[in-house]
DNA sequence: TATTGTTATACTCTATAACTATA
DNA sequence: TATAGTTATAGAGTATAACAATA
């Protein structure tokens, strides 16, 4: 033991292992945990693309959803309206995606991807499809499954 | 289909329901989602003891390890060691925790929670054990274990 | 009056470089 | 020379208030 190690009027007990013992006991602490990893991998993997977690889901979300509006984009990411703008203005520059005026209704935009931003989102969705597949190698389908089911009963409490 | 209800001279096909489809082939998607909710949850718990997630782990492993250096919270939560300082600062502060100078090594502190913040902790402790069993309560045993068991999978990759 | 997108701004969180005191 | 803790600062990320244009 450590503990005995120095002899000093006091004992000052220095720690050799920590331990997070008293926090494993939440799912949530193992799930952020687990998350950091994931997270670094995947910024990891969008760089390449020139593109952030918050920025890869605004362009995925936009082909997904051809004219998709920006109050519609930043409710379904909980995005507040005023970051989304110098998302939105950054993918536009790159000319990722397109702003089109609403006809019907001139205040807002509908968004739509051009055919390098719809090509960008394809490649960066098989990049990441790969490296979650290495990620989770150790983890067999049955698990996935279950993992998946936890979350959204999760997701859906709020 | 919402596509046809306007008649402009270009088609504009507003999105009625916003799909997120592509995202949710990713479990590293579902897992964000779920840790969106249950971060939500804790924040609100522990604003009731005036800790947040960081301030939290920290006294919670002081408490857990007594004697604990700086720079050993630093790398076991991930904290860059300048951000600790100011953690550091507010726990002691509030006589949650004492620095004591290392007879051994005057560099260092080590770290030690008062009975206050014995007590905090274990209150803290206490109110998010009943809170994520209240979140989790859709989610049996065996799944959760199961959960644990991936996350735990997923850590060890990093 | 309410909504869409925007601007400006502030606040939190995190990251980096450089300093001090000790080893 | 290297390490522990600190200071100052910069950069993300996020949040709020107020505005113009439009409904």
Redesign the pocket.
């Known amino acids: 033991m450590k503990q005995s190690s120095s002899a000093q009027s006091r004992s000052q007990p220095e720690i050799a292992e920590v331990s997070d013992a008293p926090l494993r006991q939440f799912m949530g602490y193992h799930i952020k945990r687990a998350f950091n990893v994931i997270q670094a991998d995947l910024n990891d993997v969008l760089k390449t693309f020139e593109l ?3 920025s890869f889901s605004v362009l995925v979300l936009i082909v997904e959803n051809p004219g998709i ?4 984009l ?1 409710s379904a990411l ?9 998302i ?2 950054a993918l536009e520059k790159r000319e990722l995606i397109v ?1 089109d005026r609403l006809l ?6 509908l968004l739509q991807a051009t055919m390098a931003g719809d090509q960008l989102c394809e490649k960066a969705l098989r990049a990441i499809n790969t490296h979650e597949n290495k990620l989770f190698e150790g983890i067999d389908a049955a698990m996935r499954s279950t993992v998946v089911q936890a979350m959204r009963t999760i997701e859906a409490q709020s």
Chains 1, 2 share one sequence.
């Open positions: 952030r977690m918050v509006r920006q109050s519609q930043s909980a995005i507040e309206r005023p970051n989304l703008v110098v939105i203005d702003r019907t209704d001139r205040r807002a935009y």
